[in-house]
């Protein structure tokens, strides 16, 4: 039996309780998730799911999923990581972030159940971070007695905790070199990982992946009798997307054929309009200001890198681009650069704080030095400004953007970025 839903005690704060877990970090395996849902009652067995997993893409194609089957009259919600500024944004209940009093309620719940847990637990062994972010997002959605929701994984898939639904439908979006040293050093260990989350005799909706990936998923869906679906790379030359760029269109074409399989039946062409013509996904080519043109973006790996600068040339209309840049120290950032290059007229590389890494189960986390930022772009041919500065890198970027090139300014290299800017108050998620 669950735990009872009472208001969290006098003073409780959610987000206070979940950034001191922080220490814990990434510490892959289920048995602490088990442990904890079992102590709630299984909240994430109260309504159907659709499983999300995938290098790039997750984020958006969970949100469309979610959207998609709220208009075709399934009340739905969603599950989202990381955040970018506050830990609601990752709980969407009938396509509105979750209100403050129910995530409150949903975490003070999760926070009680994880003391018992713990104690059942081997020394140094206690729920983590994600864990009980994870665990308060199900709970929130069962007791807004969604009928279904669209869970996004947080890393890779096998290990992750969101590996502890019945998933009918999961969705691979990509397969790239990301979060190498958890996944697995080659595309396809990493492909295994994320695999291993179908459950037999559901659904797997393939994305743009490779044809040693797409064997790989064939073969895996053989073996647990669950029907493969390849989702088109365009949802339709005539369907008019609030989200930007070519890459949301692919999104957006996976997410309907992830609906679709869910619904069993063809969707509803006026309602697709209608989601297409209203979704907007935070931190993805987002405009946040107008003057100039500034769009934030959470491409923080080659392939997500690559997908911005196909995107670029569309929303500059030829005008130059300038990036504010900042990179984690463990990301593919020459890679990435060389990606990214190309597309950009000018550079102002920058840091994220320290103290903007924290909270998100990521200890030990830093930027690379802006400095080794900038040396990597000049060798890749662009002009390149270091300036570790946050601040002033973002007044820096602006100004070349608006006065010296009267172009347009994006914001990218980290989810960390974004929330570190917003945060500022120079830009806002």
């Known amino acids: 039996m669950p735990l009872p839903a009472e208001p969290p005690p006098e003073g409780f704060d959610p987000d206070r309780y979940l950034d001191s877990l922080e220490a814990v970090g990434w510490k892959l395996g289920l048995d602490r998730m088990w442990r904890l849902t079992t102590a709630l009652g299984f909240p994430q067995r ?19 999923v979610a959207a998609l089957l709220e208009a075709h009259g399934v009340p739905s919600g969603a599950c989202l990581s990381p955040h970018a500024t506050r830990w609601t944004e990752r709980t969407l209940i009938r396509g509105e972030e979750i209100d403050p009093r129910a995530w409150a309620e949903a975490v003070a719940q999760v926070a009680a159940a994880s003391e018992g847990v713990n104690r059942t637990l081997e020394d140094g062994e206690v729920v983590t971070e994600f864990e009980a972010a994870t665990a308060a997002t199900f709970v929130a959605l069962a007791r807004a007695r969604v009928k279904a929701a669209a869970i996004e994984a947080g890393l890779g898939g096998r290990l992750d905790a969101t590996n502890t639904i019945p998933s009918q439908v999961t969705v691979l979006t990509s397969v790239g070199l990301d979060h190498t040293e958890w996944l697995g050093e080659t595309e396809l260990e990493i492909a295994a990982e994320k695999l291993a989350v179908l459950q037999d005799a559901s659904t797997l909706v393939l994305g743009r992946v490779s044809a040693p990936v797409r064997e790989l998923a064939e073969r895996t869906a053989e073996e647990r009798g669950a029907t493969l679906v390849v989702a088109p790379e365009d949802p339709g030359s005539a369907l ?14 996976l997410a309907c054929a992830a609906a679709e399989a869910f619904l069993g039946e063809d969707l509803d062409p006026e309602r697709v309009a209608t989601v297409a013509a209203g979704i907007r996904v935070p931190g993805r080519l987002e405009l946040v200001a107008e003057d100039p043109p500034t769009y934030v973006d959470a491409a923080h790996n080659p392939d997500g890198a690559a997908a911005l600068a196909e995107a670029l040339p569309g929303i500059a209309d030829g005008r130059p681009v300038v ?17 990214l290059a190309p597309a950009l007229r000018a550079a102002v590389c920058t840091e994220i704080p320290p103290a ?3 909270g998100h189960g990521r200890p030990g986390a830093r930027s690379r030095p802006a400095r080794e930022l900038a040396d990597l772009c000049q060798a890749n041919g662009l002009e390149a400004t270091p300036e570790p500065d946050l601040h002033t890198a973002l007044r820096r970027a602006t100004e070349l953007a608006s006065a010296s090139f009267a172009g347009v300014l994006v914001v990218t290299g980290s989810h960390y970025l974004i929330g570190a800017a917003a945060a500022a108050g120079d830009q806002r998620p």
């Open 356 to 358: 903007a890494l924290l």
């Open 46 to 64: 109260r309504f159907a799911s659709v499983h999300v997993v995938g290098t790039n893409g997750k984020s958006s194609v969970t949100r469309m």
């Open 240 to 253: 008019e997307i609030a989200a930007t760029g070519p890459f949301q269109r692919r999104n957006f074409a």
């Open 323 to 339: 990036a504010c840049l900042a990179v984690l120290a463990d990301k593919d950032a020459p890679a990435m650069i060389a990606a």
